[in-house]
């Protein structure tokens, strides 16, 4: 396409979700209510860990970003999703969309990493229990979720800049109920290959990556108990590694659930986006609380304090 016949475009419109407009105000109470959950759900997890000091070790240090990580993730496309679905408006500004994928890109990334550098914290304290506080000590725990803020952020801004070279033409309808890196590819009347390569290569071993590490801590700590075939020792380790399992197993489990078993392209990407950007954060909560004795006594602790001063 010739640049005479290129537009400059000044805002995409989002689709949303696939629902007939007499659904609107039942998922918009639904949604409303998982987003809320997500961040009261997490704000309560990142307070108990700051407030109680018997929580203050490398897990529920990784946790504490994780639970940020999720509040951010939900908040940076679920508000606006709920605003279009009650005012009916799909418009999003160019800055905005832009603003968007970058900052959902950042706060996906993140929460990948600190899934793997979770597992590896496992992994030390079940396979290294005496050197477990000299394997994680708090330079190494600061520095790995720092390396993964940074790796997430160079990640997010080569996308970014890369996207925001490309032309964009008539066609400004995104099939999607936020900006997504992918939907608005398709949109440009560029030569989006070198975009496709990047994709291919630098993200794809971003998401291999620490899937890899997550396994194969996961596959030493199985050794490990294996070498040890006693109750309680199988008892402490699924006590120990079996919150984050499943939520590692719920991240990435629904995602090739979705894409494998769903019929539409458009429909997987959209189930995908639903589970691990609303559905994931608002249960990492209740897993990590339900399942986790420190926790539950934490909050006790935190609900007893609080009947005192009444």
Same mark, same amino acid.
């Given at each position: ?7 400059? =475009? ?50 529920? *240090? ?5 639970? *940020? ?8 496309? =679920? ?27 950042? *706060?996906?990334? #993140? ?62 309808? #995104? ?18 290959? #070198? ?23 996961? =596959? ?85 304090? =609080?009947?005192?001063?009444?």
């Amino acid at each position: 396409m010739g640049p005479e016949n290129q537009s400059s =475009v000044s805002e995409f419109l989002l689709l949303g979700l696939p629902i007939w407009p007499g659904q609107q105000r039942g998922f918009f109470t639904l949604f409303l209510g998982m987003y809320l959950t997500t961040v009261l759900g997490n704000l309560l997890i990142i307070l108990l860990i700051r407030l109680n000091s018997r929580l203050h070790t490398p897990m529920y *240090f990784f946790l504490s970003h994780l639970a *940020f990580s999720d509040i951010s993730l939900s908040s940076v496309t =679920v508000p606006k999703m709920l605003t279009n679905m009650q005012t009916r408006q799909q418009s999003i500004p160019y800055v905005g969309c832009i603003a968007q994928m970058y900052f959902f890109m950042i *706060f996906a990334g #993140i929460d990948n990493f600190l899934l793997a550098v979770m597992a590896y914290d496992r992994y030390g304290a079940i396979c290294h229990p005496l050197h477990y506080t000299t394997i994680m000590r708090e330079g190494l725990c600061v520095l790995l979720v720092a390396g993964s803020w940074i790796l997430s952020c160079v990640n997010a801004l080569l996308h970014t800049l890369l996207l925001v070279r490309l032309s964009f033409c008539a066609d400004n309808t #995104i099939s999607h109920f936020f900006c997504d890196l992918a939907a608005l590819l398709k949109l440009s009347c560029s030569d989006t290959s #070198i975009n496709e390569l990047v994709i291919f290569y630098e993200a794809g071993m971003l998401l291999f990556l620490p899937l890899c590490i997550i396994l194969g801590s996961y =596959v030493r700590i199985g050794i490990i108990i294996l070498r040890v075939p006693s109750t309680k020792g199988l008892f402490k380790a699924f006590s120990t590694c079996g919150s984050h399992l499943f939520v590692v197993s719920l991240y990435y489990g629904t995602l090739v659930g979705v894409y494998f078993f769903s019929s539409s392209w458009d429909s997987k990407d959209i189930i995908a986006s639903v589970m691990y950007m609303v559905v994931t954060p608002m249960l990492n909560p209740f897993i990590y609380s339900l399942r986790n004795r420190d926790i539950k006594q934490a909050l006790e602790m935190c609900v007893k304090k =609080v009947n005192f001063f009444k």
